[in-house]
């Protein structure tokens, strides 16, 4: 069983429209990570939040770690076809992470 | 160069045979990660090491070994390769620098058993 659920799984849309990614569990995280992910290459790290109910903005990306840091969510604004690839969430305890299934958003020209 | 190199990138291979996965970093990390990633299950944590003499088991071990030879290398073995092997396998890293659970990725290996 996933420790970490991502919702949804697949996105697809249109450039310029927003999209949200969802990712929760019912355990506690030291921090949590999202990564982004290309075909053929590993994931890259696109941020770490650690404070629960922090908000981090990263131009047009903006991740938000829940209260009870078990849940966050990753919202693009006016998504762009270079925002295609496979998204994960990570969460860490004891220098180790546990994924989500990962979420596939494709942007559409 | 890349800070974390795996190799093969590609390896198609047949049952029963035994295979290494090698994975070498500059980063100057303590800690090194093996990952399998399967369509719709993320990254799934195979083994781990967070120093030279430190080995550790992770959620998918069976089937799997490991040595890390150095800091900076860490392999990983698979005795009797099996079909359901057939995944991506990722090598990961970490440090104090850039904040303690930040792990950085090889580009993997696509591992084929037939």
């Known amino acids: 069983t996933q420790l970490l659920e991502q919702s949804p799984q697949f996105l697809s849309i249109q450039e310029g429209e927003n999209l949200t990614v969802y990712c929760n569990s019912s355990?506690?995280?030291?921090?949590l990570q999202w990564y982004r992910q290309e075909p053929g290459e590993g994931p890259v790290l696109l941020v770490t939040?650690?404070?629960?109910?922090e908000v981090k903005k990263l131009k047009r990306l903006t991740f938000q770690f829940g209260d009870a840091r078990k849940d966050s969510s990753l919202h693009i604004t006016a998504a762009q076809p270079g925002d295609t690839g496979l998204y994960l969430c990570a969460g860490a305890r004891d220098y180790k992470l546990s994924f989500g299934a990962g979420t596939t958003v494709t942007v559409r020209a | 160069d890349a800070d974390v190199t795996q190799t093969p990138r590609n390896r198609i291979t047949k049952t029963g045979k035994r295979i290494m996965l090698e994975c070498s970093q500059t980063k100057g990390h303590d800690r090194m990660y093996w990952y399998r990633q399967d369509p719709g299950l993320g990254l799934q944590l195979i083994y781990y090491?967070?120093?030279?003499?430190?080995?550790n088991k992770g959620e998918i071990s069976d089937g799997y070994s490991v040595s890390r030879q150095a800091q900076a290398k860490f392999s990983l073995s698979l005795e009797s390769a099996i079909p359901n092997q057939t995944a991506l396998y990722f090598c990961?890293?970490?440090?104090?620098?850039?904040?303690?659970?930040?792990?950085?990725f090889g580009p993997g290996t696509r591992l084929t058993v037939l």
């Open positions: 990961a890293t970490s440090g104090s620098a850039g904040g303690p659970d930040t792990q950085y």
């Open positions: 090491s967070f120093d030279v003499k430190d080995i």
């Open positions: 355990s506690v995280f030291s921090s």
């Open positions: 939040v650690v404070t629960g109910g």
